[in-house]
């Protein structure tokens, strides 16, 4: 059997190779799909496991389940001990369904640095008539990018895309996959410290709480494009992950045996 050793080596490598290509730039992803002891898994791999805090349940999703959260109930990241090499500072995008339940400032995803300075604001404003996406940089620099625009419209599913690209400054907003607004400056890196904390569903002082349910929140280091978000939308991060990875492995398989 020693003759099979290699080319079966063969395939294992190529079966991480594939699978690490097909996550690359993903640093964190919540399905919401389970929760164990108190923890909504990073389907990501990087680990980035959400803490739960408060009143945070499963219900119905847009994509199977969703995380409901009620009563300032949200996802503790455990900021200070992310790894550096998992924030995003050079592209950042932040995806995720929602269907908001209430009037006011409600945060999907709020990060404050080290310096103090916050990093990003993906917000959904009923009461306000529109969406925000804002990113900052590393003080006194302060804000890089901000676009408030789209109209949300409580009790249903939408989705949220923000982007940002610090190598032409901008940053674009898209809602349920068509962009609603960008904003261009001089460029800048987003702070690469989430020293001060990382949450989803509330700000690190405890405000604009998320009410209703959240389902496919991910967090990339890069600034996706407008087919990527649709795609993920659609079939959601891990099936659409997945798909590409088997098609690279089958292509590589199939290569192989035709040597």
């Not at 407008?226 to 798909?243: F, P, S």
């Amino acid at each position: 059997m020693s003759h099979f050793k290699k080319p079966i080596l063969t395939v294992l490598a190529l079966v991480v190779i594939v699978v690490s290509q097909s996550w690359a730039g993903l640093s964190v992803y919540y399905d919401f799909e389970g929760i164990d002891n108190g923890y909504i898994l990073d389907k990501s791999g990087n680990g980035i496991d959400g803490e739960i805090v408060g009143d945070v349940t499963l219900d119905d999703g847009q994509l199977g389940k969703a995380g409901r959260f009620a009563n300032g109930g949200y996802l503790d990241l455990d900021g200070a001990n992310v790894p550096p090499a998992l924030i995003p500072t050079q592209g950042f995008s932040v995806l995720a369904w929602v269907n908001v339940e209430v009037d006011g400032d409600q945060a999907i995803f709020c990060a404050r640095s080290a310096d103090t300075q916050w990093l990003v604001h993906p917000e959904v404003r009923p009461g306000g008539g529109y969406y925000r996406w804002t990113v900052r940089t590393d003080k006194p620099g302060g804000t890089i990018g901000e676009v408030k625009k789209g109209v949300p419209v409580k009790n249903e599913w939408h989705h949220f895309a923000g982007t940002y690209n610090a190598g032409d400054g901008v940053a674009v907003l898209y809602v349920d996959g068509e962009e609603v607004g960008r904003d261009q400056r001089d460029g800048g890196t987003v702070n690469k410290s989430w020293g001060l904390g990382a949450r989803v569903g509330l700000n690190i002082d405890d405000a604009r709480p998320f009410n209703g349910r959240m389902d496919e929140v991910a967090i990339w280091s890069e600034a996706l494009t407008q087919a990527k978000i649709k795609e993920y939308m659609a079939d959601g991060v891990l099936a659409k992950t997945a798909v590409e990875a088997q098609h690279k492995l089958a292509t590589t398989w199939a290569n192989i045996k035709n040597r």
